[in-house]
């Protein structure tokens, strides 16, 4: 039986207890059943309505959310910001409380400034449920990619996790690092100095080693490099990242031979991971997507407290 989840927002990993991150991925195996049924939908939170607000570019995220609102029948909506009043100056203060106007049940937001989940919290009454705040944190890309772990090797205790790259503009390695260190797993931060940032081994130990933070490793996590949120010179170049720190097929080697390979997408191939990786035996990539539509809709489900119903 899992724990009743206390919490009326997700803003974040860190706020969660090992036992509330057990009951996501608990709730998230059931919605999987659903999702394998011939008819993928069931009744739970019909009325209730929930917006999509992406400050953001996202393929993965944003459109898993909206196919897990269509299988519990939510109501939603998503609002593009390229098309919106937010292009016309409207401040997210104002953006929140035009949306309020409208009491939703939930928003789902994306922001490119860290903490701006936060602040929609203290201002509206409804559910916020963070889809990626800044370099601060993505908890459902976390979820998720436990979810996919926890298949895959029947446990998340005791496994060695290497999380690799761009760690410093990376929200989903903090938020990985933070859930992986809560149930009892043991996650690794690896990239170039400049891309480890100051503090950050108090989430996880670190090295700007790549063969000691794969050696007997269980899972093998790559992070995009985000070279769009780089203002300065970071690195040489990317075939000199790729040389020093992309994944290749000889360097999965050094991992455990039942090694998985994660990646949250968008990927740059030939950059942090070589397209023989990503598409190789060991990945699990695909099988991270097809968990982010039963992730979310397990969020959606123990925040808006489902009926319970058919699901
Ligand atoms: N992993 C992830 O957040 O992908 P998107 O940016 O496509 O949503």
């Known amino acids: 039986m899992s724990a009743p989840f206390p919490h009326r927002h997700l803003l974040g990993i860190e706020p969660l207890a090992a ?18 049924r011939p008819i993928k939908k069931v009744p739970t939170l019909r009325g209730r309505s929930v ?13 898993s959310f909206e196919m897990a609102e269509r299988v519990l029948s939510a109501d939603s909506l998503s609002i593009a910001t390229a098309t919106s009043s937010v292009q016309k100056g409207e401040t997210l203060l104002d953006t929140a409380k035009n949306l309020e106007a409208m009491n939703p049940d939930m928003i789902v937001m994306r922001h490119g400034s860290s903490g701006a ?12 449920v963070n889809a990626g705040d800044g370099f601060h944190e993505h908890p459902t890309q976390a979820l998720l990619d436990a ?6 090797k029947g446990r998340l205790e005791g496994l060695k996790v290497a999380i690799i790259g761009d760690v410093l503009h990376s929200r989903v390695a903090r938020s990985n690092a933070l859930l992986l260190a809560k149930v009892g797993a043991k996650p690794v931060l690896c990239g170039p100095p400049p ?3 100051v503090g950050v081994e108090q989430y996880a130990p670190t090295t700007t080693r790549l063969d000691e933070a794969i050696e007997g490793a269980d899972a093998i996590m790559m992070l995009r490099l985000q070279r769009e949120r780089m203002s300065g010179a970071f690195l040489p170049s990317t075939r000199e990242y790729h040389e020093l720190y992309g ?8 991992a455990k031979p039942d090694v998985v390979i994660l990646h949250p997408g968008p990927m740059n191939r030939g950059v942090e991971i070589a397209s023989e990786v ?7 990539i695909l099988d991270q997507v097809t968990n982010g539509v039963a ?17």
């Open 247 to 254: 994944l290749t097929v000889e360097r999965v080697k050094k």
């Open 295 to 311: 992730v979310r809709m397990a969020v959606l489900y123990l925040l808006l407290g489902g009926s319970g119903g058919e699901a």
């Open 278 to 284: 990503a598409d190789g035996p060991y990945s699990v």
């Open 19 to 36: 036992e509330h991150v057990v009951s996501v991925l608990d709730t998230a195996e059931t919605m999987r059943e659903v999702l394998g």
């Open 147 to 152: 979810l996919t772990l926890r298949q895959k």
């Open 51 to 63: 917006v999509n607000l992406f400050y953001e570019a996202s393929t993965r995220t944003r459109s």
């Open 195 to 197: 891309l480890l940032p």
């Open 117 to 128: 989940p936060h602040f929609l919290a203290r201002h509206c009454k409804a559910a916020i």
